[in-house]
């Protein structure tokens, strides 16, 4: 009966990155939306020479530049944590899944995180 045990936490704990993961991706969907429904306009008039359209495009840019990088070392940064983990316990039994899953994840987080911010400042100041 141990041996069954194992491989069950294991399916649970993949279970529960995905389902964070899944959870992310949505939010993080939603808020995309309503941001590049909100900026749009703003962007528009940036393109028709408006100061502040174009301060918005500005930094629309920049926070995707930063996203990407601060993206890449996170994934890097799992990565080695899961690496490092094989290296120094080379018995324990390694579940791909969900080491995966924590990757992608953290990966997704600076995009999420920007997403949020942005759609949450767009909506105050169209209030």
């Not at 930094?59 to 990565?79: D, I, Q, Y």
Request: aromatic share 4%; no cysteine; net charge positive.
């Amino acid at each position: 009966m141990a041996k069954t045990a194992k491989p069950l936490e294991m399916i649970a704990g993949a279970g529960v990155e995905a389902q964070a993961l899944t959870t992310r991706m949505l939010a993080m969907q939603a808020d995309a939306g309503l941001t590049i429904a909100l900026r749009m306009p703003m962007l528009v008039k940036g393109a028709l020479g408006d100061r502040r359209g174009q301060t918005e495009a500005a930094k629309a840019v920049t926070e995707k530049v930063t996203a990407v990088m601060e993206s890449g070392f996170a994934a890097g940064h799992a990565t080695a944590m899961f690496w490092w983990g094989v290296v120094f316990n080379p018995l324990a039994q390694v579940d791909l899944h969900e080491a995966t899953a924590k990757v992608v994840n953290h990966s997704l987080e600076p995009f999420s995180k920007r997403a949020q911010a942005n759609a949450l400042r767009l909506r105050a100041r169209k209030r």
